[in-house]
């Protein structure tokens, strides 16, 4: 019998590393969530944050889909909005509105008395985490950290919730810029070592979440995120580790956004993954990019929107199915199985 293969040879690193590989692998964006019912069986008992707080309750969510789907990778499950615990921000989450921050950013002053945090204390059960489902996890399936990028988390510092204008953050952003750059430039440091950390702990990729940046114009995403996301990918990158820097709505932005850094670009469903694949350029491998609304559309339909994406990536090494954006809630969970046998091949 072959021994099983280590994760360094799994198709999911083989193609964040633009290598060619069997079948195209597949994995999602929020695939440990609420379309689960084994997922909403543990949610009955345990609150988000003490499932993220408790390593082996975390380690456990995060191998449900693994074992559910069959997908090509793990992710671990945790929230890109953690670290605002030790900086004092306040952090709670209400079941139908989302995170609440509970001491938002409104003035620059308070930018300047934030405490130093250090991933390596502070979000200590986080790596624990890491450690406890590297250990159960199948020997093939590799573990991708994550952390949020400087913009998606100044957003949520400074708004206080989710938003759809982003009012409050553009305005702190245009009228303090002095405090929104050293906001940014401790976000970048913070995110970066944390991913660091998380790689030193096991996980074998790392996905830097910016999921709000397309709010911005490409002229301010180059003067006041690029520098920020480029220092926190810097600090992220290890040999061997390959890093996804992941967008929504960046179809205008792609090129100062694959330029910032990353291994792997992660696009949304606004903009066809080929066109996408031109705009980021040769030099980078491509993850996306289903509108997750698709897994709601009749199986027909679906199967097409899948197969549609296979084609525009035309058998070019470096491609890796995932969603545009996390899985609803509302999905069923044919759909998503339905996914995965349509990408690896059936
Ligand atoms: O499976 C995975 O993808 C790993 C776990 C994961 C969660 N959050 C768990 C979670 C990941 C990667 C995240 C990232 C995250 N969190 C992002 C970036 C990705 C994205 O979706 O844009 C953002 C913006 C957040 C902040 C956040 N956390 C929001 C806006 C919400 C509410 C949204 C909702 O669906 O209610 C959360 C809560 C959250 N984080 C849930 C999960 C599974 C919701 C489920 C629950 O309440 O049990």
Known sequence: MSPSPAPDDSRFLTACRSQPTDVTPVWFMRQAGRYLPEYRALRQKHSLLELCHRPELAAQV?????????????????????????????????????????????????????????????????????????????????????????????????????????????????????????????????????????????????????????????????T????????????????????????????????????????VIGVDWRVPLDVAWERIGPGHAIQGNLDPAALLAPRADLEQRVRDILARAAGRPGHIFNLGHGVLPETPLEAVQGVVEWVHGG
């Open 62 to 222: 995060t191998l449900q889909p693994v074992e559910r789907l069959g997908v090509d990778a793990a992710i671990l499950f945790a929230d890109i909005l953690l670290p605002f615990e030790p900086l004092g921000l306040g952090l709670t989450f209400t079941a139908g509105e989302g995170p609440q921050i509970t001491r938002p950013i409104r003035e620059a002053a308070q930018v300047f008395e934030l405490p130093p945090v250090d991933p390596a204390t502070d979000l200590a059960y986080v790596l624990d985490a890491v450690r406890a489902t590297v250990r159960a996890l199948p020997p093939p399936v590799p573990l991708i950290g994550f952390a949020g990028a400087p913009f998606t988390l100044a957003s949520y510092a400074i708004e206080g919730s989710g938003t759809r204008n982003f009012v409050l953050t553009k305005r702190f952003m245009y009228a303090e810029p002095v405090a929104w750059h050293e906001l940014m430039r401790r976000l970048a440091e913070l995110v970066g070592s944390y991913l660091a950390a998380q790689a030193r702990a096991g996980a074998a990729a790392l996905q830097l979440f910016d999921s709000w940046v397309g709010c911005l114009s490409p002229a301010d995403y180059a």
């Open 224 to 263: 006041y995120v690029f520098p920020h996301s480029q220092r926190a990918l810097q600090l992220a990158s290890a040999p061997g580790v390959p890093v996804i820097h992941f967008g929504t709505d960046t179809a205008t932005l792609l090129g100062d956004f694959a330029r910032a850094g990353g291994d």
